[in-house]
């Protein structure tokens, strides 16, 4: 240890001009006006000292301080060469940045590691006026070749730690390091060590504000596209929706025209249709009656096909007219005081021919009077409907109409007609599908039997429309039992009558 001269506690600041001024330079600020050489020396020394302490605290300079330090070093103290050592992730000394004089012949970055320890183990400036023969020099081959001939060593005391050492050699000079300049360096190292820690954690600080940042900035992007998910899912939806109210819209527009259309079509097609009819009827029947007179038998049967297939075609175009009103829900009915026991008569009447034509027999059992108040030319249709059906599905057999009263207690009570015949009859399957327009029993009875499916149709909706129904059983090749309730008295909803 002879080698070193002189050994200082390290926990020198720049805090107070006693840490770099000795006293006699103090004393010398403060005498007044005329500078003597020391004075000056003194504030050229200050003038240094406040400019590192400005320089290592400016936040600007954080990122270059290591260049900083060791460039700045020789302008506080007259060295040659100076190594800025900090300790590595890994524990490891390394040389950090070094700074050599211009047209000093040394190596930048050497230091010794056994000084540096020293001086950081310790907490010590270490001052070596002959490093070349110190024999703690461990790199002291290379020190040797670098002529180097003093060298100073100070720790970077940090708050957590040591964080390396500052070492400051004079390679060429022969002028030795005072303790002046120890005490400089160990300071200045001090004011570094802080400097550096500083950076360290703005640094950190730094690049914990970006990796929030960051987070942030994935968040609300995440969020952002989110909700612009939602938002044009909702608009499509949203469209969609206009989309179909519109249809909506113009389907119902398109429906009531239609319907509009259909109303006049029927009122026209009621007119046009069944005036010509009516007319053929007539004329038909008056040349019947010519041709009977005249005893002309090839003409009258000519005559009665055609007046028979024009009815049958006046009933057809009346059926038709009467199943597309109702659907366009333009049926209006009319409700009167008749007495049923009577129209009962009167339908027997008419059909008498269509009984005999397949050699049938017709069996009606009703009271002698049965008041109703209803729409007498519907019901009167009903009942033709049904009993002209068994007429037409029986062939030599018995079709019985049962007209009877059932009381109510309070109230008018319900007029029930069976219309029973021994005829063909109809599977379950069939009478499934019965009531429906334009449905037949099956394809071949249009064939066979004629017509186009719309009596029964028809006719239950009469009698719901009157406040009835119309049912039918069946029994297949034995026969079928249609029946029809209808109030004694009917009432109408305001709107259909
Ligand atoms: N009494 C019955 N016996 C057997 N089948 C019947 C009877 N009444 C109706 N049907 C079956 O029901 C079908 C529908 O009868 P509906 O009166 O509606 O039509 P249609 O008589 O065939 O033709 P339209 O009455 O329009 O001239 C008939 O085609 C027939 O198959
Ligand atoms: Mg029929």
């Known amino acids: 240890m002879s080698n070193i001269v002189k050994e200082l506690k390290a926990d020198l600041t720049l805090r107070s001009l006693q840490d770099i001024l000795k006293p006699a330079e103090i004393a010398s600020l403060r005498r007044g006006p005329a500078p003597s ?33 060791v460039a700045i070093l020789p302008q506080i103290v007259p060295v040659e060469r100076t190594v800025l050592v900090l300790v590595d992730e890994t524990g490891e000394l390394s040389a950090r940045k070094a700074w050599v004089a211009p047209g000093i012949d040394a190596e930048a970055g050497v230091f010794s590691r056994q000084i540096v320890r020293h001086a950081m183990d310790n907490g010590v400036a270490v001052l070596s006026m002959d490093a070349a023969d110190d024999s703690r020099f461990d790199a002291a081959g290379s020190i040797q070749a670098q002529h180097i001939r003093a060298s100073m060593c100070a720790p970077l005391r940090g708050r957590q730690g040591m964080l390396g050492a500052l070492v400051a050699d004079n390679v060429s000079r022969t002028e030795m390091f005072g303790e002046d300049d120890l005490r400089l360096l160990a300071g200045f190292a001090n ?9 360290a954690l703005a640094r950190s600080i730094a690049q914990q504000a970006k990796q929030r940042e960051a987070e942030l900035t994935r968040l609300v992007d995440e969020r952002t596209a989110s909700l612009r998910d939602e938002k044009e899912r909702a608009e499509a939806a949203r469209a969609e929706a206009d989309n179909l109210r519109l249809v909506a819209e113009a389907a119902t527009r398109e429906a009531e025209e239609a319907s509009r259309s259909k109303s006049r ?91 005999a034509q397949k050699d049938n027999r017709l069996e009606v059992s009703a009271p002698d009077s049965l008041p109703m108040r209803a729409d007498e030319t519907r019901v009167r249709q009903v009942l033709y409907n049904l009993l002209s059906n068994a007429c037409k599905f029986t062939e030599k057999g018995l079709i019985r109409l049962a007209v009877r009263h059932e009381p109510e207690p309070g109230g008018a009570g319900t007029v029930v007609v069976d219309v029973a015949d021994s005829g063909i009859g109809m599977t379950p399957e069939q009478l499934g599908r019965l009531f429906q327009a334009f449905v037949q029993a099956d394809d071949s009875t249009s064939r ?47 709107s259909t009558t």
């Open 265 to 355: 079509f029927l009122a026209n097609m009621s007119h046009e249709l069944r005036t010509p009819m009516n007319a053929i009827i007539g004329y038909t029947d008056l040349l019947l009656e010519e041709a009977a007179d005249e005893g002309n038998d090839s003409q009258v049967r000519d005559l009665r096909k055609i007046g028979g297939a024009a009815k049958h075609l006046l009933a057809l175009i009346n059926d038709i007219l009467d199943i597309s009103k109702i659907e366009a829900g333009k049926m209006t009915l009319t409700v009167d005081d008749f007495d049923l026991a009577i129209q009962i008569g009167q339908i027997q009447d008419t059909l008498r021919p269509l009984v």
């Open 448 to 494: 066979r039997f004629g017509g186009t499916g719309l009596g029964l149709a028809i006719s239950r909706h009469f009698c719901r429309m009157m406040g009835g129904d119309v049912t039918a059983t069946s029994d297949p090749g034995r026969g079928s039992v249609f029946t029809v309730r209808l109030p004694a008295v009917v009432t109408l909803p305001a």
């Open 37 to 69: 050489p020391a004075e000056q020396k003194a504030r050229q020394k200050l003038e240094v000292v406040l400019k590192v302490s400005q320089m290592l605290s400016d936040p600007k300079a954080a990122d270059s301080l290591p260049e900083q330090i």
């Open 191 to 199: 004011q570094a060590a802080i400097a550096l820690e500083n950076a």
